[in-house]
């Protein structure tokens, strides 16, 4: 899996959830430890390109 970046430092996504909407796609990702590495909400057409 890539690694998802969030300021200076870089972390693995060990977990990565995805709820599917008609014009939101909220993404959630946490490491091994069970911290959020990431956490918003994309467009449809921004969710491919991330």
Same mark, same amino acid.
């Given at each position: 899996?890539? &690694?998802?970046?969030?300021? =200076? $430092?870089c972390?693995?996504?060990?977990r990565v959830?995805?709820?599917?909407?008609k !014009?939101v796609? &909220?993404?959630h990702?946490? =490491? $091994?430890?069970?911290?959020?590495?990431?956490s918003?909400?994309l467009?449809?057409? !921004?969710?491919?390109?991330?």
């Amino acid at each position: 899996m890539e &690694q998802i970046t969030r300021g =200076d $430092r870089c972390r693995e996504a060990t977990r990565v959830g995805v709820d599917l909407a008609k !014009q939101v796609i &909220q993404v959630h990702a946490v =490491d $091994r430890r069970g911290r959020v590495i990431t956490s918003r909400a994309l467009r449809r057409d !921004q969710f491919l390109p991330w």
